[in-house]
């Protein structure tokens, strides 16, 4: 059973097809851990534009997966959307990529992928 992550929208979403469930998280595997490491750089170097963009690309995912940090995830988009330079969003940020890596690799050994 699913501890970091959770496929009620998703099997909904795919109408208990289980090949797209499978697809959807494979493109979960591609996709996620590369935009979380583009907000893992992003978020110290103060580039608001890519950690809005890349918190943006994330959310469909993060919240169609159900992971628990979808709150956090916004307060990271917004920092970057806003440019909040006097705001600290590192620990949204450290809750979010934690929950990242562990859904990952729950879902790798999961779906064998």
Not at 26 to 37: G, H, K, L, R, Y
Not at 42 to 54: I, N, R
Not at 59 to 86: C, M
């Amino acid at each position: 059973m699913a501890e970091y992550y959770k496929l009620d929208l998703v099997r909904e979403m795919a109408d208990n097809d289980e090949d797209f469930v499978m697809a959807l998280a494979a493109a979960f595997i591609e996709e996620v851990p590369e935009d979380a490491e583009r907000l893992r750089t992003a978020v110290p170097a103060g580039d608001f534009k890519e950690t809005y963009q890349a918190a943006h690309k994330m959310k469909p995912t993060i919240e169609l997966f159900a992971l628990d940090v979808y709150d956090e995830l916004i307060e990271v988009q917004d920092w970057g959307k806003f440019e909040q330079s006097d705001k600290s969003v590192e620990v949204q940020l450290q809750k979010v990529l934690t929950a990242v890596e562990n859904a990952t690799s729950e879902i790798r050994s999961d779906f064998g992928l």
